[in-house]
């Protein structure tokens, strides 16, 4: 099982949309795929059409009142499921904080379902917090994507010190741009200057109203505009994660 996190410090910057966009073509790919929503919004969840059906879910799996299996749901879609989150996500941190050995809770949770799926996705809340900290050492890779914008390229060198600092294993860490708008020559610059850096991918996400239109379908971008450009750029991009992060 590959556990891939979406994570970035920042919010607003396309974490969710890749997230079910690439867990879609994960599982139309004949991939065993998970989704776990830990961001107290729910957005993934929004997207599939799940919401939770215990009350607190989020919080009772973090505390063991409740096993993660339980809380899954088959999506729509082939080969694709998701543990939905709700508003009392937001005591992750708090819950993890008195706990012995945090850092590995999401670890151990995760190991009770490791035969069932092939790839689990972690749509991550912005932050960092001791359950970033459990994410990033339960996570075979972190993926952020970064709008490339001042502000949050700053967030991506603030996480990269982050992991530094803290003995955390940077190689783990991977980025790609996001929100692309071409008309905007700094973001141009701005790719070129950070695509020396491996760590970002080649392929990127523009900023594209197809993507936008995932909340009025409530579905992946593939399902109704399978044609289009923003369904090709996740296509592309998430060959290329395949290529260095899976196969």
Known sequence: MVTIALYNLKGGVGKTAATVNFAYLSA?????????????QGSSSFYLGATATVKNEAKKILNGELDLSSAIQQTAYENLAIIPADLSARHADIILNDMKQSKKKIA?????????YDIVLLDCPPGISVLHDAVFVAADWVLMPNIPTTLSIRSFESVVQYFKENDLDIAKLKCFFSMVDHRKNLHHETINEFYKDKLFFKN??????????????????????????AAQCYQDLWKEIKQRCIN
């Open 28 to 40: 139309k790919q004949g991939f065993k795929t998970l989704i776990w929503d830990l961001d107290p």
């Open 108 to 116: 151990s949770i995760l190991s009770t379902i490791k035969k069932d």
């Open 204 to 229: 990127y996400i523009p900023y594209l109203s197809d993507i936008e239109k995932m909340g009025l379908h409530e579905a992946p971008v593939e399902t109704f505009a399978r044609s289009s450009y």
